[in-house]
């Protein structure tokens, strides 16, 4: 079983960056790959990034590439997503999710959080 709580979303500027955090529970988590997703209003949840379960692989949906960057500490149970040069489209609900495999596969994965606000003006 693992338990995920998001933070650090927030109202930034178009150019200005945020960093989310996942603070995960369960004495396993380091056996889980890590995505996060984002969810804007009337429109369907869709990937964003992955990380591997030791940290040495990583994922990107093509509109964040080259200004989101994923990373994870398993000393401190944490998952984080670095957005940078932010637009206006990447408003949305953004959640972590946990799942044994590494996938963009939101389907796939068994564990979520209650997701965290990120809203880009123009």
């Known amino acids: 079983q693992v338990q995920l709580v998001e933070s650090g979303g927030g109202l930034v500027q178009a150019g200005g960056s945020l960093r989310l955090s996942c603070a995960a529970s369960?004495?396993?988590?380091?056996?889980?790959?890590v995505g996060w997703f984002r969810q804007a209003p009337g429109k369907e949840r869709e990937f964003v990034a992955a990380?591997?379960?030791?940290?040495?692989?990583?994922y990107y949906a093509d509109s964040v590439k080259g200004r989101f960057i994923i990373s994870r500490d398993n000393t401190k149970n944490m998952v984080y997503l670095q957005m940078n040069s932010l637009k206006p489209e990447d408003t949305a609900v953004y959640y972590c999710?946990?799942?044994?495999?590494?996938?963009?596969?939101?389907?796939?994965?068994?564990?979520w959080g209650q997701g965290t606000q990120v809203t880009v003006s123009s």
């Open positions: 999710a946990a799942d044994p495999r590494f996938t963009h596969d939101y389907t796939s994965y068994d564990y």
């Open positions: 369960g004495r396993t988590f380091s056996r889980y790959a």
């Open positions: 990380i591997s379960w030791g940290g040495s692989s990583t």
